[in-house]
Antibody, heavy 121, light 107 residues
Framework: QLQLQESGPGLVKPSETLSLTCTVS??????????WGWIRQPPGKGLEWIGT???????YYNPSLKSRVTISVDASKNQFSLKLRSVTAADTAVYYC?????????????WGQGTLVTVSS | DIQMTQSPSSLSASVGDRVTITCRAS??????LSWYQQKPGRTPKLLIY???SLQNGVPSRFSGSGSGTDFTLTISSLQPEDFATYYC?????????FGPGTKIDIK
């Protein structure tokens, strides 16, 4: 059974960098059948797509966050990571990592449990 | 970006009711539409992909339809565990945007 687990600090100061890692178990992050994504959800609000990591190692970022986001992969550890720079209170959210399934029209079929990141001094 | 809208934003319903939620895309997305269920404090769960295909393990009372710009999610007979927020999402063009959600609560 595939599992995804987010990890990282739950509190980040304004203007600093938010760093999260998603560890994938029960499947390979290098499979060509899937892609990997980061999604966030501010408290009480809806879901926002942050960015995508493809099996080739290429990435796509939401234009609204592109100048501040980097997604990278460590295939040897079956992990991928998110860095969001220059954070503000508006970046406070539950951050999810998820798997996108190409045969299922790129839907997100597995999600991590999510981790709340609060931006505050 | 493709904008997704949902209606209604919330609804009250009773156990056993038939419920329909609508999702509309700002441009054609073919059948690249998924539906997710999210309960409070929980992770979103995939219900429907490709507009009408039921994800493994999802009860058959859930169904989806539509193509192009207009889509619906129908729950044929609402069960107590179905009270949640439902999101649509397009995967036709990045960024894969979500609708704002429809919250179903108990009447």
């Amino acid at each position: 059974q595939l599992q995804l687990q987010e990890s990282g600090p739950g509190l980040v100061k304004p203007s600093e960098t938010l760093s999260l890692t998603c560890t994938v178990s029960g499947g390979s992050i290098s499979s060509t059948t899937y892609y990997w994504g980061w999604i966030r959800q501010p408290p009480g609000k809806g879901l926002e797509w942050i960015g995508t990591l493809y099996y080739s190692g290429s990435t796509y970022y939401n234009p609204s966050l592109k100048s501040r986001v980097t997604i990278s992969v460590d295939a040897s550890k079956n992990q991928f990571s998110l860095k969001l720079r220059s954070v503000t209170a508006a970046d406070t959210a539950v951050y999810y990592c998820a798997r996108g399934n190409y045969p299922k029209y790129e839907s997100l079929d597995y999600w991590g449990q999510g981790t709340l990141v609060t931006v505050s001094s | 970006d493709i904008q997704m809208t949902q209606s209604p934003s919330s609804l009250s319903a009773s156990v056993g009711d038939r419920v329909t939620i609508t999702c509309r895309a700002s441009q054609s997305i073919s059948s690249h539409l998924s539906w997710y269920q999210q309960k409070p404090g929980r992770t979103p769960k995939l219900l429907i992909y490709a507009a009408s295909s039921l994800q493994n393990g999802v009860p058959s009372r859930f169904s989806g339809s539509g193509s192009g710009t207009d889509f619906t999610l129908t729950i044929s007979s609402l069960q107590p565990e179905d009270f949640a927020t439902y999101y649509c999402q397009q995967s036709y063009s990045a960024p894969f945007t979500f609708g704002p959600g429809t919250k179903i609560d108990i009447k």
